[in-house]
């Protein structure tokens, strides 16, 4: 039996509901089998770099010890933007991530006209201990090409179109697997030939594990492509929850930048307690710069609580809390730990890692199916 009379079943239909059934079956399998075709490769980098992304970043902390390893911090904040602009010039852009242990090391985003990349200073002396550009090492690798296949903008819309047309693909699928019995819908039948076996197989995996990499992929998209969480806002009938907007005013540029720990005094007045992750200051004389707290009951590992204020004069412009942000910014919350495997600790990570293999294994089944069916034409 081909996996195409297996697919479509080769039953004589008994009522006018399984003749429209059997009618549409066909349809749907060229649909699911011209989007695999099409989008398959995209979807195969994205799930093999996501699989390999759940151990990178450990191994990564292993075999790079010397950028993540550091003391006490013993020196003002301040000190830390110093020692980026003395490293990389006064106009560099500064945007620090404190760890979130102690032990660990203050990262600086460092983007200038010839280097983009991560610099690692030591929280006890502000000393630079290392730094690496964005792409180099096996784990910034992983990650540039699982987030935008180093196309930057035009791979965040590559990765769009492909996890959409897989996203029909598992729709066409689940209703192509659809059984008449139920007793036969997770049979595999091992005894059968090379191709019944692939066939049950891809069809068994899709139907028992297809609702998790849906939403392993949607949760993917939804991170890449920015607008998703626009629309989800605006469908609940609010407004993105946006920086604030400094006037035009010649005369601040001219201001010396207030000291940072200034700065981060009146954002712990402003919203007290939690962990302090990271600080962006202002791309432009317009912009604000922004405060990033994780707070308890957060999330988002990195938290999405935000303080925005006045570069040049430490005042608060601007806050809000993780559970007060508008909803497209909340369900970001929620799935980006899913899908990077730390919403519930070690078992996700490992049934993310487990769901990557999935997916591949629905794209070496599928290649091998329409291989065959190629072959037997």
């Not at 059934?21 to 093999?48: D, E």
């Amino acid at each position: 039996m081909s996996s195409t009379e297996l697919s479509t079943g080769n039953t004589a239909p008994t009522n006018k509901a399984v003749v429209g059934t059997v009618t549409v079956k066909p349809l749907l399998l060229k649909v699911h089998r011209w989007l695999a075709l099409a989008v398959g490769i995209v979807i195969m980098v994205s799930a093999v770099t996501g699989v390999l992304l759940t151990v990178g970043k450990p191994l990564d902390r292993v075999v790079n010890a010397s950028l993540f390893t550091g003391g006490q911090q013993q020196v003002p904040y301040q000190a830390f933007v110093d020692a980026v602009r003395t490293t990389y010039g006064q106009s560099t852009q500064v945007r620090l991530r404190f760890p979130a242990e102690s032990g660990g090391t203050v990262q600086a985003y460092v983007k200038t006209k010839t280097w983009d990349g991560s610099a690692y200073f030591d929280p006890a002396t502000a000393a630079l201990v290392g730094a690496r550009a964005k792409d180099e090492g096996f784990y910034n690798f992983i990650f540039e090409l699982h987030s935008d296949l180093f196309l930057h903008d035009v791979g965040e819309v590559v990765l769009t179109v492909a996890s959409t047309a897989f996203i029909i693909m598992l729709i066409t699928g689940l209703y192509i697997w659809w059984p008449r019995k139920w007793r036969f819908a997770f049979r595999v039948n091992f005894k059968g030939n090379a191709t019944a076996l692939l066939f049950d197989g891809h069809r068994v995996a899709g139907a028992l594990f297809g609702l998790f990499v849906l939403v392993n992929v949607f949760t993917g998209t939804y991170l890449v492509w920015k607008p998703i969480a626009t629309w989800v806002t605006a469908m609940a009938g609010q407004t993105p929850n946006k920086p604030p907007v400094l006037p035009k005013d010649p005369a601040r540029k001219l201001l010396p930048d207030a000291p940072l720990d200034t700065i981060l005094a009146n954002a712990n007045v402003a919203i007290p307690g939690g962990r302090l992750v990271d600080i962006t200051y202002p791309k432009d004389e317009q912009s604000s710069l922004r405060v990033r707290k994780h707070l308890e009951g957060d999330p988002h590992p990195n938290g999405q609580t935000y303080i925005w204020m006045n570069p040049k004069t430490a005042e608060v412009l601007k806050k809000t809390k993780w559970n007060e942000g508008d909803l497209g910014t909340r369900v970001q919350g929620w799935g980006y730990p899913y899908h990077s495997g730390r919403l519930f600790g070690t078992a996700n990570l490992v049934f993310t890692g487990f769901i990557g293999f999935v997916l591949i294994w629905y794209g070496i089944s599928g290649t091998l199916l329409w291989w065959k069916r190629r072959k037997s034409r």
